[in-house]
Each structure stands twice: as C-alpha cells, then as structure tokens.
C-alpha cells in the first residue's frame, strides 16, 4: 500500500504559476512511477504527466511546455511545476503511483491515488 497527499494549490491569476507537491509514504516510494491528473467539476479525470523510476517523462500536449514534473527520490516526493497557468487549468489535481514500468496515461494504468489539491486560475 502506498499513501499519497497532494500539497501546493490555490489560487492563481492566468500566467502566473503554482508548484504542486505529492509526499508518499507506505512503500518504497522509488518502485512506481507517477502521474498527474486532473479533474473538473463534472468531467472525467484528465491524465497531465508522468514519470518513470529512471525518470523518462511524458506529457499530454495541452500541458507540453507549460508545466514539468519531477521526483525527488530521496525526498519521496513528485512534483508539478505548472507556468503560464490559464484559466482552463482550474481543477482538482492528483497523483498517483503506478506499477507499471511506464507509469501510462489511462486511470486503470495507476494503482494508488491521493485526495487530490484544488487549483484555480482567474482570468
């Protein structure tokens, strides 16, 4: 079992920035690879990024530029970097531990989830 909690959201004006954090704990932290995803009221959860345990990064093309993700093994701890932030990008945000070696971009691809981190941008 893996536990995640997603930190770093808010509010934040169209081309501003918010850096989100997701601290895990459980099990070895370095076994999964992770993703970030999004949900808004009434849509389905929207797959951002991920990120292999050797660091091999994909990114869905609304976000490509604009936002990176990382990890930091040591710390047990992913994150977003998200830039030039607009008001599209308002949503709740979570992550989620996968283990498969690729991590994926579907919701059945992730085994554990956090409870998620409201953004909101304002135009």
């Known amino acids: 079992q893996v536990q995640l909690v997603e930190s770093g959201g808010g509010l934040a004006q169209a081309g501003g920035s918010l850096r989100l954090s997701c601290a895990a704990s459980?099990?070895?932290?370095?076994?999964?690879?992770m993703g970030w995803f999004r949900q808004a009221p009434g849509k389905e959860r929207e797959f951002l990024a991920s990120?292999?345990?050797?660091?091999?990064?994909y990114y869905v093309d609304s976000v490509k530029g604009r936002f990176t993700i990382s990890r930091d093994n040591a710390k047990n701890t992913v994150y977003l970097q998200m830039n030039s932030l607009k008001p599209e990008d308002t949503a709740v945000y979570y992550c989620?531990?996968?283990?498969?070696?690729?991590?994926?971009?579907?919701?059945?691809?992730?085994?554990?989830w956090g409870q998620g981190t409201q953004v909101t941008v304002s135009s």
């Open positions: 989620a531990a996968s283990m498969t070696p690729w991590g994926g971009s579907s919701r059945n691809e992730y085994n554990y």
């Open positions: 990120i292999t345990r050797s660091g091999i990064i």
């Open positions: 459980g099990r070895t932290f370095s076994n999964y690879a």
